[in-house]
């Protein structure tokens, strides 16, 4: 009877985890739509990357991860920071670019902070932060401490040296690291193939030793428990984690590039919406029974009104002061 | 006062800092093991151990890149490139990271971080081994940069470095680490941003940093003995931020300058210094400023073409007389 008891618990709670992950998915993808909006009326400036498709990633691995865990991003960060609890008002203020932003609304979209929630940015520079987080993991190390830092970057960064360096450096200290490559197949308009002499992203873990693990990033379900996986590996021993989600992004690379034409076709995306992560996950918790339409359109509303009242908010708030221009360079 | 070589007086800042901090660590290409490419870290790994004397492969973006993640989680790196030409494939870490994070997350995480080694040309290391990159990171606010030219400076200005809450390039003399001088003992700090006299003088300033302080220096007895003329040595000791009141007290005292940099000539560090003197002190001027600086080639391998290329203290000595129209 007990354990029949804990068995319930235990489904219970891992129920109330995945409509939590369909709240959030739903959550970023609302508020993306109206990033764009906002974008298309000129109100967000500069270079804008929206995660519509790929939200799966960051929901599934960030739920697999404690709020005393490291997170460090690349330039399509909105999804990351929502998923990692900051609060939607002050991502799309630093949009904005207000002072109410999280990053003071001198970031912009490509540097979303919070400290407080461990959230060391959005990075804009290709790869640049993969050897940010094989430090943060070296000072977690340094100090003793279990925590683990997850970092988020594309498939064209493993191009880069920085990838390549940071993999080596974290496999040789023993370093917490998850490096989660967002394979959404394209960078910017070039399709990885064409530029990548191996394909499958996991096989670079081999040249560093590392463990490594392929995964479907239109499922948030497997993209939590790969995670989950990789943060055992971390925080027992410091042993690092590759993971290569596959995933898909339906917008273009940025606001300013165009959905499909040259580098794909609009049938490709079509084709691949029809694996939509929020929509597989809806199905799954419909079929479970432990969701009906009117409770999955009272999360939607939920989340398009949060997305709503983000923009308000953003839109009423102010500029940051002319004395800010030259705050912040240097430390006291 | 003990006497010791630039080269131990920067270990001692750094002995020091770690026995002081225990967040402090080294990291760079044989530091450890290897005691050092030119031993500034002789002793540390068997004193502090490997966790905090750190060996890295020869992969200068990737450590330095770690070396800025681990000043964001809150520790305080020394981060050693074995030369600053190598650090030129880490500049992406130093100018995009390092330098820019503070600012573009509105304040919320400084980079406590120390970037050293040597740098400028040392002898017959050829154009690739052989580069003063001091203007190049200068240019970049939210960075300081140090240059420090004896070895009582390379202690106190380190230590002020590693102290700092912000990324400080500590760009070491080559040339200098065997030099010798006297160090204070124990909490000798140098204020990073103040210039310093080093040969008062009443009739030119000669405005210097790093090795080319002692170039300034014998210039500064030349012109003394050869033709009366009493020059100032000022060095600058930090580049960024610039001491610009000492520069400027100097000038209007003495009325005339020379700028002996390291560095070439366009857009160098010279180019700001008198930048600073037209505006700050023009009606004190009685001649057009002076530069001496490396010659605007790569460097030569061959001996006498690289003497030719570097700035010696028989062309400070020309360039004073000119400034003082006695040529």
Known sequence: MATATAQTAKEQSHVELERRMLRQMLLIRRFEEKAAEAYALGKIGGFCHLYIGQEAVAVGSLAALRDDDYVISSYRDHGQALARGVSANAVMAELFGKVTGCSKGKGGSMHLFDVERRFMGGHGIVGGHIPLAAGIGFAIKYRGGDQVCICYFGEAAVNIGAFHEALNMASVYKLPVIFCCENNRYGMGTAFERVAAVTDVVEHACSYDMAAELVNGMDVLAVHAATQRAVERARGGGHPTLLEVRTYRYMGHSMSDPLHGVYRTKEEVEEQKKRDPISQLALKLKEEGVLDDARLDALDAEARAEAEAAVKFAEESPDPDPAELHSDVLAD | ?327
Not at chain 2, 70 to 83: D, K
Request: with cysteine.
């Open chain 2, 1 to 327: 006062m003990p006497t010791l070589t630039y080269r131990d007086a920067l270990n001692q800042a750094l002995r020091e800092e770690m026995q002081r901090d225990p967040g402090v660590f080294l990291m760079g290409e044989e530091v450890g093991v290897y005691q050092g490419a030119y031993k500034v870290s002789r002793g540390l790994l068997e004193e502090f151990g490997p966790m905090r004397v750190v060996d890295t492969p020869i992969a200068e973006l990737g450590f330095a890149g770690i070396g800025v993640g681990a000043a964001m989680a809150g520790l305080r790196p020394v981060i050693e490139f074995m030369t600053w030409n190598f650090a030129v494939l880490a500049l992406d870490q130093i100018v995009n990271s390092a330098a820019k994070i503070l600012y573009e997350s509105g304040g919320q995480i400084p980079i406590p971080l120390v970037f050293r080694g040597p740098n400028g040309a040392a002898l017959q290391l050829a154009a690739q081994h052989s580069q003063a990159w001091e203007a190049w990171l200068s240019h970049i606010p939210g960075l300081k940069v140090v240059a420090p030219a004896t070895p009582a400076d390379a202690k106190g200005l380190l230590k002020s470095a590693i102290r700092d809450n912000n990324p400080v390039i500590v760009l070491e003399g080559e040339m200098l680490y065997n030099t010798k001088g006297e160090v204070p003992e124990s909490e000798h700090l140098v204020p990073i941003g103040r210039a310093e006299v080093k040969r008062p003088g009443r009739e030119v300033t000669l405005v210097s940093y790093s090795k080319t302080v002692g170039v300034a220096l014998k210039a500064a007895e030349q012109l003394a003995e050869q033709a009366g003329v009493s020059a100032e040595v000022l060095d600058l000791r930090s580049l960024r931020p610039l001491d610009e009141a000492a520069i400027v007290e100097s000038v209007a005292r003495t009325n005339r300058a020379v700028v002996v940099e390291e560095g070439w000539p366009h857009c160098g560090v010279g180019a700001q210094v008198v930048d600073v003197i037209q505006r700050e002190a023009f009606d004190h001027l009685d001649a057009p400023v002076l530069r001496v600086t490396q010659a605007d080639v790569p460097m030569p391998y061959n001996k006498q073409l690289e003497r030719l290329a570097k700035p010696t203290p028989e062309k400070v000595v020309a360039a004073a007389r000119r400034v003082l129209y006695l040529d």
